[in-house]
């Protein structure tokens, strides 16, 4: 009997409809369009601007794209993996929300915070399940609501940051495709650089921590991006040499968008010298967090090809890291 691995079998993704472009922040913050671009390769982003809709609502949508696509009974989905940064909120699960509101009646979920990396750590979980052989139908999605944690007079945050959702099915395969290896990584050394101060059991919520507004993220973007450069690129070049791939044989670097020049180093470090197998959508929604990652698959899923070689890379607040190796497993 073939080992059983896990695959991904279906994408769906979904952006809100209003954009926020760089000839709009500057007359919001002292920001250029030229100086944003430069730095990050971002051109825009998409903002939820309903106060009355959440994380979920983004989540529910990119859901409901698979099910629409693939016929799928919700009732026959059996997890529910909710990656985010921005729950709905602190207490009481998205996910158990989201699952509910799609139909995944007979369903578990909870949510999965990692930061950026929350997708890829739930790619890992949910293929940890699928291959002992527990459950057969596993959604991955990843979902941020990033507007709502954003302080838009702060031009080292709100330039940055977007809204969105990406979602994908994961099911058995007997054919050796699917999710082959990861490397997964985290370390506190990164806890103060990028942050929401108040708002936990630390620093609960005041009308001091309000007019102070430590609700909203804050990053030392220097010391974010030198670790970002420098793991992200390590554990890419480490998955391939584990798995004895060069770059030929990589067809597509998904890696997470946070920063044009982070992806680029990656892809140096990687020796990938061809500009079309790096994925980047940056310039369009910006840094989505636990969104970017599907968020690619989706734009680029009529791409992929059976047994294409997939590279995954991110790198997110905590600190947390990781690359996984990927065989696609169908054709669009």
């Known amino acids: 009997m073939n080992k059983i691995t896990a695959a991904i079998t279906a994408v769906g993704a979904y952006v809100p409809e209003d954009v926020l472009t760089n000839k709009m922040l500057e007359k919001m913050v002292e920001t250029t369009d030229e100086w944003i671009t430069t730095r990050t390769g971002i051109k825009e982003r998409r903002i939820l601007k309903d106060p009355t809709k959440g994380t979920s609502y983004l989540a529910i949508q ?16 059996d997890l529910v993996i909710m990656a985010t940064a921005t729950p709905d909120m602190p207490v009481a699960s998205t996910g158990v929300y989201v699952a509910t509101e799609i139909g995944a009646t007979n369903a578990f979920s909870y949510d999965l915070q990692a930061a950026c990396s929350s997708f890829l ?25 990033m507007s709502s944690i954003i302080d838009y007079t702060d031009r080292t945050t709100c330039i940055i940051f977007g809204d969105g959702a990406g979602a994908v099915l994961m099911e058995p395969n007997n054919e050796g495709y699917g999710l082959q290896d990861e490397i997964l990584r985290s370390d506190s050394i990164g806890r103060e650089s990028l942050k929401i101060e108040a708002g936990g059991s630390i620093l609960p919520p005041t009308e001091e921590t309000v007019a102070k507004k430590l609700h909203f993220v804050r990053q030392d973007g220097k010391t974010v991006f030198k670790f970002a450069v420098s793991n992200m690129a390590e554990v890419s070049e480490e998955i391939m040499k584990r798995n004895n791939l060069t770059n030929e044989d990589v067809d597509w670097l998904v890696a997470h968008q946070a920063n044009k020049r982070i992806i680029d180093a990656t892809a140096n470090r990687m020796n990938l010298h061809d500009e079309n197998k790096v994925l980047m959508n940056i310039q369009r929604y910006g840094n989505t967090t636990s969104a970017t990652l599907p968020l690619l698959l989706s734009d680029y899923e009529k791409n992929f090809k059976k047994g294409d070689n997939l590279i995954f890379a991110s790198f997110g607040g905590g600190f947390t890291w990781g690359a996984a190796y990927l065989k696609w497993a169908y054709n669009s």
Not at 62 to 77: F, G, Q, S, V, Y
């Open 62 to 77: 990119a859901a409901k794209k698979i099910l629409e696509k693939t016929n799928l009974d919700p009732k026959e989905i």
């Open 121 to 145: 750590y739930g790619m890992s979980t949910a293929a940890a399940y699928i291959e002992a052989g527990r459950y057969k139908k596993v959604l991955v999605i990843g979902a941020d609501k």
